[in-house]
């Protein structure tokens, strides 16, 4: 199962990836502008208060919100969403319950999703992720993170 050292360590072997300051999220910068792709889950735990992260939940983008849908309905164990996130392409992942390799794909995926074409090139041939390569890149809708 994934840690967040596991997840630090895969973000961070990535092209032009940094961890942003004072909180667990990875970020690529596109155009002088951090994009982030990964971050920890801010959970409501009572719904009077401020959300509190939730270090065992981390949220990773995804291309699309068909891919959302499908990827939650293909590891229910491991992945969620909540309302939060309705209309937005990010999974939340369980790190307990996430195998090593497929936290690996998330995050390659993810990583994709805010990469600019030439950040796409630097991309080692090896790096495996949870759709199947493409020819070329496909452009991603410009969206920032629920709650800026």
């Known amino acids: 199962m994934a840690t967040r ?16 300051a004072g909180r667990f999220a990875f970020a690529v910068r596109v155009k002088g502008k951090a994009k982030e792709f990964a971050w920890v889950w801010m959970e409501r735990v009572d719904p009077k208060k401020p959300r509190v992260p939730n270090p065992g939940v981390l949220a990773v983008r995804v291309a699309t919100l068909a ?47 805010q990469a600019s074409k030439d950040l ?9 992720s949870t759709r199947q390569a493409r020819s070329t890149p496909r452009k991603r809708p410009a969206q920032g993170t629920p709650g800026e």
């Open 120 to 128: 796409l090139l630097m991309l080692p041939s090896g790096a495996k």
């Open 5 to 20: 050292a596991d997840v630090r360590r895969i973000a961070l072997a990535l092209p032009a990836v940094e961890e942003t």
């Open 67 to 113: 891919e959302k849908e499908t990827s939650i309905a293909a590891h229910p164990r491991t992945l969620f969403t909540e309302p939060h996130y309705n209309g937005f392409p990010a999974v939340l992942v369980r790190l307990a319950a996430v195998p090593l390799r497929q936290m690996k794909a998330l995050m390659i995926e993810a990583w994709r999703t």
